[in-house]
């Protein structure tokens, strides 16, 4: 298969089959390690791209073709998308080859009686691109709902609790190409010897302005080819994601307890700023996410993190009153994250929400137990919604009143640096 039919393939596993947008990119470029440089970057782009703004192409789509986006056939409807996102965002290829390539995928994929179809929208769209209408702003829900391909619920959720500057502001930042955010393992290598050793790979790498332990990395081919990665010299992890272990303020000899740890960042990060004192037991639910955190731990050279199997939702008697700190970064529903994980905006609802909220209230409930007097339980996650944030915050703090709340940060894209994340970090008061 050529780069534009595994594109295909992808973006079917994703939005026919319901796969999660980055486990199944990782699938296929491991699969194909073997295709050159400049292929994997284009699969990338397009699978992304396409998922980013699917509802900006479909109501481009929708201006242009008699059948509506809802009535097409999964294979047509997705190669319709993914050709006008190149004629859109992918300046480097001419229109000519963009519908070319779009109908003979067609016909491979055994739609030969609808290329014709394929053909003419897309020619008709690549000589109409500078008069398509929009949404007028005056509608500002329907606007940014379009021009930033984000749910019209979720507009008009972020727009009643943040205002429709910062919605459009955050709209704005998860269209924008990022750089991989990592975590430099400083006891093992100095920030300017793993600089030198990327750049000899050919990967460009940018220093981050407020932390020295950080670096921003682009237009390298396989992270698992990167020696510095395979020898344990950085983690990926997000800003925000770093800024949970910053808050939690370890000490040397914590012992620390990870609930929901994979893939982990946060794990690793904290067995490292413990600089081989203390214990950070890492925690998850399935076996793919302990192989996950077991690699992770082998790979950092970390003795003083273990790996355990068990469920965050069943109370672990000997652990109870045993930890300095214990990191709840819990399953929720992932609306800061949607600059890496676009497909999540799409399969994400409002009742969804709610039910992860319970899940998470029922897992909190569970883990503060594990807590010493004095110590800290830090709650974490990578949404944007203040039921599952601040409203969970109050609603422990009524219940709990053991813990006192000493500090609590919601960050969103464009407004602060890295994924949108809320944190809290509650003391357990010594006298309980």
Same mark, same amino acid.
């Given at each position: 298969?050529?780069?534009? !039919?595994?594109?295909?393939?992808?973006?079917?596993?994703?939005?026919? !089959?319901?796969?999660?947008?980055?486990? *199944?990119?990782?699938?296929?470029?491991?699969?194909?390690?073997?295709?050159?440089?400049?292929?994997?970057?284009?699969?990338?782009?397009?699978?992304?791209?396409?998922?980013?703004?699917?509802?900006?192409?479909?109501? +481009?789509?929708?201006?242009?073709?008699?059948? =509506?986006?809802?009535?097409?056939?999964?294979?047509?409807?997705?190669?319709?998308?993914? #050709? +006008?996102?190149?004629?859109?965002?992918?300046?480097?290829?001419?229109?000519? *080859?963009?519908?070319?390539?779009?109908?003979?995928?067609?016909?491979?994929?055994?739609?030969?009686?609808?290329?014709?179809?394929?053909? #003419? +929208?897309?020619?008709? @769209?690549?000589?109409? /691109?500078?008069? @398509?209408?929009?949404?007028?702003?005056?509608?500002?829900?329907?606007?940014? =709902?379009?021009?930033?391909?984000?749910? $019209?619920?979720?507009?008009?959720?972020?727009?009643?609790?943040?205002?429709?500057?910062?919605?459009?502001?955050?709209?704005?930042?998860?269209?924008?190409? %990022?750089?991989?955010?990592?975590?430099?393992?400083?006891?093992?290598?100095?920030?300017?010897?793993? &600089?030198?050793?990327?750049?000899? $790979?050919?990967?460009?790498?940018?220093?981050?302005?407020?932390?020295?332990?950080?670096?921003?990395?682009?237009?390298?081919?396989?992270?698992?080819?990167?020696?510095?990665?395979?020898?344990?010299?950085?983690?990926?992890?997000? @800003? =925000?994601?770093? $800024?949970?272990?910053?808050?939690?303020?370890?000490?040397?000899?914590?012992?620390?307890?990870?609930?929901?740890? *994979?893939? #982990?960042?946060?794990?690793?990060?904290?067995?490292? %700023?413990?600089? #081989?004192?203390?214990?950070?037991?890492?925690?998850?639910?399935?076996?793919?996410?302990?192989?996950?955190?077991?690699?992770?731990?082998?790979?950092?050279?970390?003795?003083?993190?273990?790996?355990?199997?068990?469920?965050?939702? &069943?109370?672990?008697?000997?652990? +109870?009153? %045993?930890?300095?700190?214990?990191?709840?970064?819990?399953?929720?529903?992932?609306?800061?994250?949607?600059?890496?994980?676009?497909?999540?905006?799409?399969?994400?609802?409002?009742?969804?929400?709610?039910?992860?909220?319970?899940?998470?209230?029922?897992?909190?409930?569970?883990?503060?137990?594990?807590?010493?007097?004095?110590? /800290?339980?830090?709650?974490?996650?990578?949404?944007?919604?203040? !039921?599952?944030?601040?409203?969970?915050?109050?609603?422990?703090?009524?219940?709990?009143? $053991?813990?006192?709340?000493?500090?609590?940060?919601?960050?969103?894209?464009?407004?602060? /640096?890295?994924?949108?994340?809320?944190?809290?970090?509650?003391?357990?008061?010594?006298?309980?």
């Amino acid at each position: 298969m050529n780069e534009r !039919e595994l594109a295909l393939e992808v973006l079917l596993q994703i939005v026919k !089959e319901g796969e999660f947008s980055h486990i *199944a990119l990782r699938q296929v470029l491991a699969q194909y390690q073997y295709l050159e440089k400049r292929k994997r970057a284009f699969l990338t782009k397009v699978v992304e791209g396409t998922l980013e703004r699917m509802i900006e192409l479909d109501h +481009v789509i929708n201006c242009f073709s008699k059948t =509506s986006t809802d009535r097409m056939k999964p294979e047509i409807l997705l190669i319709l998308r993914s #050709g +006008v996102y190149q004629l859109f965002y992918m300046d480097s290829i001419p229109d000519s *080859a963009v519908c070319n390539e779009a109908v003979k995928l067609a016909k491979r994929k055994g739609f030969a009686p609808l290329a014709g179809f394929v053909n #003419g +929208v897309l020619r008709n @769209i690549a000589r109409h /691109k500078e008069e @398509i209408s929009y949404p007028d702003k005056k509608e500002i829900k329907k606007y940014i =709902s379009v021009r930033y391909s984000l749910p $019209e619920w979720l507009v008009d959720q972020w727009v009643k609790e943040y205002g429709a500057e910062v919605t459009e502001q955050m709209g704005q930042e998860f269209l924008k190409e %990022q750089p991989l955010t990592v975590h430099i393992h400083t006891d093992r290598i100095d920030r300017q010897a793993l &600089i030198a050793l990327l750049e000899q $790979e050919g990967v460009c790498v940018r220093q981050d302005d407020t932390y020295a332990d950080v670096l921003y990395l682009s237009e390298y081919d396989y992270l698992g080819k990167l020696s510095g990665f395979q020898k344990g010299y950085f983690q990926v992890q997000d @800003i =925000s994601s770093m $800024e949970v272990v910053r808050l939690a303020e370890p000490k040397e000899g914590d012992q620390v307890l990870d609930v929901c740890a *994979a893939p #982990g960042g946060k794990a690793v990060h904290m067995a490292q %700023q413990l600089h #081989g004192t203390g214990q950070v037991e890492a925690r998850d639910l399935t076996d793919y996410k302990i192989e996950q955190l077991e690699e992770n731990r082998i790979r950092n050279g970390l003795s003083n993190m273990t790996v355990k199997k068990w469920d965050a939702r &069943i109370l672990d008697e000997a652990a +109870v009153g %045993q930890k300095d700190i214990v990191l709840a970064d819990l399953p929720c529903s992932g609306l800061g994250v949607l600059g890496r994980k676009p497909d999540l905006k799409y399969k994400m609802t409002r009742d969804m929400t709610k039910s992860l909220c319970a899940l998470q209230k029922e897992i909190l409930e569970v883990v503060r137990q594990y807590v010493k007097p004095g110590g /800290k339980l830090v709650y974490s996650t990578c949404t944007i919604n203040r !039921e599952e944030n601040e409203e969970n915050t109050q609603w422990f703090l009524e219940r709990f009143p $053991e813990f006192e709340l000493r500090k609590q940060e919601q960050r969103l894209p464009g407004i602060h /640096k890295g994924d949108g994340f809320y944190l809290a970090v509650f003391r357990k008061r010594r006298e309980a």
